[in-house]
C-alpha cells in the first residue's frame, strides 16, 4: 500500500495524506457496493428521483466548503469551483425531473405476442475512473445517472483531488444516498485493473487521456465489461469569413483559458479564414496578453495555476518542441519564476503537422492558430485529428454554421458563437480518438441499463 499528498498547486505546499486501500480491502468494498445495489434496484423510480434531489441540496449547502477545497486542491478559479458545484446540483435537478419518464417501461406492438414491454433495468456496479480537472463534475456526470437507473457507483478519483472525491461521498450521505452506494476507492492503477475484472463490477466509465482510454477499454474487454469513455481531444474552432471578430477573439479567448486551459472540451486550434486572419490574431494576442495568472482564491485572478508542475512541464515540452519544429511564440511559452504551477496564456502561430500544438492535445493555457485558405479549408483543417470532442464556429450566417455543424463537422459536440461546457439537457460525448458512449441529455442514464425485451401473450 502507499500514500497519497495532495499538493495546494498555487503554493507548492502539502495539504493532506491518505493510505491506498489494499487489494483484499478494495475487493470488499466493491461486494458492499454490490449488496447496496439488490436493494436500492427495488426502489422505484420516484424514490429514486427523490434522494437524488436531495443530493442536489446537499451540494448546494456545501457549496462553499467543496469549492475551496476544489480550489485548494487544483487551482480552479474560486469562481469556476462555485458555478461547477451549482452545475452538480442543476445535474441532480435535471435528473431527478426526467428520470422517471427516461427509464419508464416503454409499450411495444410486437408481431409475436399480445403484447411487448422493453423495461430499462439496472445492470449493477459501475466503476468511475475520473480525472482532476472538474473535481465533482467528472463524478456527478456519471454517478448521478447511474444512481437514477438503479446501479451502485464506485469511484477511483484523480490522486491530487482525493479529499475532493471524499466530500463528495459524504456530501451523497448527507442527502440520504444509502450506505456503500456510492464508494470512494483509494487505490493504485494495478488494484484498479483487479477491480475491472470483479464478477460484481458490471460496468465501467473513464475520463482521461486516449492513452488511459486504450488501457481500460482491453481491461474491460478482456472480461467483456461494457464502457463509456471520454477521452482526450484537440477541439477545432473555425471563425470563417463573416465573422464577428470581437465576438469571435472574445469567445475563443474563453475557449482556450476556461479552467486554466485544463478542459477536454477547452478549443485548442483556432483555425481561421485568410481574409480575416491578420485582424483576428491581433485581437486575439492582444486578449492573451492582458490574462495575468495568480491567486486562484483571489476573486479578481484572470487564471489560476495549472494542477501540478508536471502537467506544466508537459505542456512546456510540448511548446518547445512545437517551435523547433517552426512554430512561432506570438505570446507568453516562458516558465514563470516563483511558486506553483504557474504557466502564461500562450498564443502559437506558424503551427502545422508534425508539431504536438497541431497533432496533440495540449491540456494547459496555449492556443495553435492556423491559417485557412478560405471556409471550406477551414472544415478540412478543423477535421484534420484524430479526435472528435467537440469544436467551435464563429460566423454571422447562423443557418450555414448549423449546416456545417450537423454535417460537416466530424465531433460529438459544436458551439455555434458561443462557448459552453456542458448542459445537463444535452448530450455530452465524441468520436474517433475521443471515445464512444454519450452522459447527460437522458443518454447517460440508459448507458448502463438492461434495455429488456418482455413478450406477453395474448389472453
Given at each position: 500500500?502507499?500514500?497519497?499528498?495532495?499538493?495546494?498547486?498555487?503554493?507548492?505546499?502539502?495539504?493532506?495524506?491518505?493510505?491506498?486501500?489494499?487489494?483484499d480491502a478494495a475487493i470488499a468494498k466493491v461486494d458492499a457496493c454490490h449488496e447496496a445495489f439488490t436493494q436500492w434496484k427495488l426502489k422505484s423510480l420516484e424514490d429514486r428521483a427523490d434522494v437524488i434531489k436531495n443530493i442536489g441540496k446537499a451540494l448546494r449547502d456545501n457549496k462553499e466548503e467543496l469549492a475551496q477545497l476544489m480550489t485548494e486542491e487544483v487551482g480552479k478559479l474560486i469562481g469556476d469551483?462555485?458555478?461547477e458545484v451549482e452545475l452538480c446540483a442543476a445535474i441532480c435537478d435535471y435528473t431527478a425531473g426526467c428520470g422517471p419518464a427516461e427509464l419508464a417501461p416503454e409499450p411495444r406492438d410486437p408481431s409475436n405476442a399480445g403484447r411487448g414491454i422493453v423495461s430499462y433495468e439496472p445492470i449493477g456496479v459501475v466503476y468511475g475512473i475520473?480525472?482532476?480537472?472538474?473535481?465533482?463534475?467528472?463524478?456527478?456526470?456519471?454517478?448521478?445517472?447511474?444512481?437514477?437507473?438503479?446501479?451502485?457507483?464506485?469511484?477511483?478519483?484523480?490522486s491530487n483531488c482525493t479529499g475532493s472525491g471524499l466530500m463528495i461521498e459524504k456530501i451523497?450521505?448527507?442527502?440520504?444516498?444509502?450506505?456503500?452506494?456510492?464508494?470512494?476507492?483509494?487505490?493504485?492503477?494495478?488494484?484498479?485493473?483487479?477491480?475491472?475484472?470483479?464478477?460484481?463490477?458490471?460496468g465501467v466509465t473513464l475520463t482521461g487521456s486516449d492513452d488511459a482510454g486504450k488501457h481500460v477499454a482491453e481491461a474491460a474487454g478482456k472480461v467483456l465489461k461494457p464502457l463509456v469513455l471520454e477521452l482526450g481531444s484537440n477541439d477545432a474552432y473555425m471563425v470563417l469569413e463573416d465573422a464577428d471578430l470581437d465576438l469571435a477573439a472574445e469567445v475563443c479567448t474563453q475557449a482556450r483559458l476556461y479552467n486554466n486551459g485544463q478542459t477536454c472540451i477547452n478549443g485548442k486550434r483556432f483555425i481561421v479564414t485568410d481574409k480575416v486572419y491578420d485582424a483576428f490574431l491581433e485581437k486575439?494576442?492582444?486578449?492573451f496578453k492582458a490574462i495575468t495568472p495568480g491567486d486562484p482564491t483571489d476573486e479578481d485572478s484572470d487564471m489560476g495555476p495549472?494542477?501540478?508542475?508536471?502537467?506544466?512541464?508537459?505542456?512546456?515540452e510540448q511548446v518547445e518542441k512545437s517551435v523547433a519544429k517552426g512554430a512561432k511564440i506570438e505570446c507568453g511559452g516562458?516558465?514563470?519564476?516563483?511558486?506553483?504551477a504557474f504557466y502564461p496564456a500562450t498564443v502559437l502561430t506558424n503551427v502545422e503537422p508534425g508539431q504536438p500544438a497541431y497533432d496533440d492535445e495540449i491540456f494547459g493555457p496555449v492556443a495553435s492558430v492556423i491559417r485557412a485558405k478560405d471556409d471550406e479549408d477551414?472544415?478540412?483543417?478543423?477535421?484534420?485529428?484524430?479526435?472528435?470532442?467537440?469544436?467551435?464556429?464563429?460566423?454571422?450566417?447562423?443557418?450555414?454554421?448549423?449546416?456545417?455543424a450537423s454535417k460537416h463537422f466530424d465531433t460529438g459536440m459544436v458551439f455555434i458563437n458561443v462557448y459552453g461546457v456542458a448542459d445537463p439537457s444535452m448530450p455530452f460525448g465524441g468520436v474517433k480518438n475521443s471515445g464512444y458512449g454519450r452522459e447527460h441529455g437522458g443518454f447517460g442514464m440508459r448507458e448502463f441499463t438492461n434495455a429488456k425485451s418482455i413478450f406477453v401473450g395474448a389472453q
Open positions: 500500500m502507499g500514500t497519497i499528498t495532495t499538493v495546494n498547486p498555487a503554493t507548492g505546499k502539502n495539504i493532506d495524506s491518505y493510505e491506498e486501500l489494499a487489494r469551483s462555485r458555478d475520473q480525472p482532476w480537472n472538474f473535481p465533482a463534475y467528472q463524478v456527478i456526470r456519471y454517478s448521478i445517472a447511474n444512481l437514477m437507473a438503479g446501479n451502485g457507483v464506485l469511484l477511483k478519483h484523480a451523497f450521505r448527507e442527502g440520504g444516498l444509502p450506505e456503500n452506494l456510492f464508494t470512494v476507492l483509494v487505490v493504485d492503477h494495478d488494484t484498479s485493473d483487479a477491480i475491472i475484472e470483479c464478477n460484481k463490477l458490471r486575439f494576442v492582444d486578449r495549472m494542477a501540478r508542475t508536471d502537467l506544466r512541464e508537459t505542456v512546456h516562458k516558465i514563470p519564476e516563483g511558486d506553483g477551414a472544415i478540412r483543417l478543423a477535421n484534420d485529428s484524430r479526435y472528435g470532442l467537440g469544436g467551435g464556429i464563429l460566423s454571422k450566417d447562423e443557418d450555414r454554421a448549423i449546416e456545417l
